[in-house]
């Protein structure tokens, strides 16, 4: 069974940097498209960025573009999310995801606050 573990998140200023990461276990990672997702208080979750099993397809939310970079090594069953520019309006727990035919996959999440 897929399993996702988040890390990275943390506190940063408007302005700042943070990678997230997200590793797998269960199965090999390159069978499968893989996606951030986040979730403010109040909202709800909303896609962020998401990668192909080849990684050289991606897209991204309108507000995160030119931003933010999805990544992936499938060597070490991770996916990475490049975090710059952030914006208070950034601020959100960050999940891994990936929909399979055996099932709809979720990491724990990763809180990610920016604030000065």
């Known amino acids: 069974q897929l399993q996702f573990v988040e890390s990275g998140g943390g506190l940063v200023q408007p302005g700042g940097s943070l990678r997230l990461s997200c590793v797998a276990s269960?199965?090999?990672?390159?069978?499968?498209?893989v996606g951030w997702f986040r979730q403010a208080p109040g909202k709800e979750r909303e896609g962020v960025a998401c990668?192909?099993?080849?990684?050289?397809?991606?897209n991204y939310a309108d507000s995160v573009k030119g931003r933010f970079t999805i990544s992936r090594d499938n060597a070490k069953s991770t996916v990475y999310l490049q975090m710059n520019s952030l914006k208070p309006d950034d601020t959100a727990i960050y999940y891994c995801?990936?929909?399979?035919?055996?099932?709809?996959?979720w990491g724990q999440g990763t809180q990610v606050t920016v604030s000065s």
């Open positions: 995801n990936s929909l399979t035919p055996e099932g709809d996959y």
């Open positions: 990668s192909s099993r080849s990684v050289d397809r991606t």
């Open positions: 269960g199965s090999t990672l390159d069978h499968y498209a």
